[in-house]
């Protein structure tokens, strides 16, 4: 099955500084790659997410890259700010072509992100 | 927030006993899901389910139990079957097989 991978587990960055992310996964089927954000005790939130059809995707601050050759994607966050502290999931899933188990989203083991004033 | 609720945010379970945790919807979405999330591990997949009355295992699903009676709710057991639960539990709704959102959080302790 699909296995993400999640790197670095831990990043810590000055304010204004830019911080990367970088996932990769197995399955080169997959086609939904979305980004999420905890912050401490609350829900993860989805941030910004990317289909396979495309290479990269931008919203403000925060941008995807996507490398279906290499298997791996990547969050971008630029221009960082306390505010931005928090645990980033990445994932990957295989979306509608496939049913079952298969379709369900996989998760990488989290990054930590620390923004120092 | 809206859309996906658990309850309750923090629940203590004695050695030997089952609790329930809720989890309730009103985005009108099939399909749900359960993660546990214990430190540096990620999101792991307990049971989901894609339609009503019908639910699959996840990664982990031993010592755990769920079902599916209504569209909106997909309550999870944690029975004396499951050796380490403490954890903190995340239940997810999405629809199709996308973007998952997430309720509040369980945080249940073993006492």
């Known amino acids: 099955g699909e296995n993400v991978e999640q790197h670095p587990s831990t990043l810590s960055v000055q304010e204004g500084d830019s911080a990367v992310i970088k996932c990769t996964y197995s399955?080169?089927?997959?086609?939904?790659f979305p980004w999420y954000k905890q912050e401490l005790g609350k829900r993860p939130q989805l941030i910004i997410d990317i289909r396979s059809n495309v290479g990269e995707k931008k919203d403000q601050r925060i941008a995807v890259t996507l490398n279906k050759t290499a298997k791996h994607f990547s969050l971008h966050i630029t221009e960082t700010q306390p505010e931005d502290s928090a645990v980033y999931f990445c994932?990957?899933?295989?979306?509608?072509?496939?049913?079952?188990?298969?379709?369900?989203?996989?998760f990488g083991k989290g990054t930590k992100l620390s923004v120092k004033p | 927030d809206g859309g996906i609720t658990q309850s309750p945010k923090y629940l203590f379970r004695k050695e030997g006993q089952n609790v329930t945790l809720s989890c309730e919807q009103n985005l009108n979405h099939d399909a749900m899901y359960w993660y546990r999330q214990d430190p540096g591990q990620g999101l792991r997949l307990i049971y989901y389910?894609?339609?009503?009355?019908?639910?699959q295992k996840g990664d982990i699903a031993e010592g755990y139990s769920v079902s599916r009676e209504k569209k909106e709710s997909f309550p999870l057991t944690v029975t004396s079957a499951q050796k380490n639960p403490t954890a903190f539990y995340l239940c997810?709704?999405?629809?199709?097989?996308?973007?998952?959102?997430f309720g509040q959080g369980t945080r249940l302790t073993v006492v």
């Open positions: 994932a990957a899933s295989k979306g509608r072509n496939y049913g079952g188990s298969q379709g369900n989203l996989i």
């Open positions: 997810a709704s999405s629809i199709g097989l996308f973007e998952a959102f």
């Open positions: 389910s894609q339609i009503v009355n019908d639910f």
């Open positions: 399955d080169s089927a997959s086609n939904y």
